[in-house]
């Protein structure tokens, strides 16, 4: 079965410091990865994808994401956050299933809370 | 361009009562799915609809069930309701469903189930 696993539940980091999320998936299949932003009381909004490609894929916020086939994972990295990156962080993936249909499902990951402190 | 809505926000029902949560996509956009999220399962997956026919299901009993209307809005229906139905239910919108599409998320329904 597939499943994205996110490694930490919570992650408590300095503001300007910088910070790493970490993401890794099972699948028997290739998948597209996303990475997910969630603020209180507000549905999910897409930070960043990888579809193909160059495997460093960016945000206009600062974030990006690497995907590695080999260790099956897709780490989220800030360099310096700030206090509005305060969020709750999903990774998820869907599945690339030919002749099938995958439409219109995500699984995702258990969830990462950023706690950014001043 | 209008966001994905989804209405009530909020609600509070009691057990074996049944409950209909609407979503409005964005526009032009024809696939609608629907999650449950909760602080033990997380975000799951329970249904997606594409041209008023669903496509695509989760593994959710029976008692949660959905429809999709010619304008692409889209309803979920849960029957008789239990305590473990209380959850935060988002609606996503995209294009076609397709698995590279970006998934535009409404801000949810909180349903508690007392």
């Known amino acids: 079965a597939q499943s994205v696993t996110q490694l930490d539940s919570q992650v408590p980091v300095f503001e300007e410091a910088p910070v790493e999320l970490r993401c890794n998936y099972s699948s028997s299949v290739s998948v597209y990865l996303f990475w997910y932003v969630q603020y209180p009381n507000q549905g999910l909004q897409l930070l960043l994808k990888?579809?193909?490609?160059?495997?460093l894929v960016k945000s206009i916020n600062g974030f990006e994401a690497e995907f590695n086939k080999s260790q099956t994972s897709f780490h989220l990295r800030k360099p310096s956050v700030h206090i509005s990156d305060t969020a709750e962080y999903f990774c998820a993936v869907s599945l690339i299933w030919y002749g099938s249909s995958n439409t219109g499902k995500l699984i995702f990951g258990q969830g990462t809370t950023l706690q950014v402190k001043p | 361009k209008a966001g994905v809505t989804q209405t009530p926000r909020y609600l509070i029902k009691t057990r074996g009562q049944q409950v209909t949560l609407s979503c409005s996509p964005i526009?032009?956009?024809?696939?609608v799915s629907w999650y449950q999220q909760t602080p033990g399962q997380g975000l799951q997956f329970l249904f997606e609809y594409f041209s008023e026919t669903q496509r695509n299901k989760g593994n959710f009993p029976g008692r949660f069930s959905g429809r999709q209307f010619s304008n692409s809005r889209s309803e979920m229906n849960v029957s008789t309701l239990e305590l473990g139905d209380s959850a935060l239910y988002l609606c996503?919108?995209?294009?076609?469903?397709?698995?590279?599409?970006?998934?535009?998320f409404g801000p949810g329904t909180r349903l508690l189930v007392l």
């Open positions: 990888y579809l193909s490609g160059s495997t």
């Open positions: 526009s032009g956009h024809r696939s």
């Open positions: 996503a919108s995209s294009l076609l469903g397709r698995e590279e599409e970006t998934q535009y």
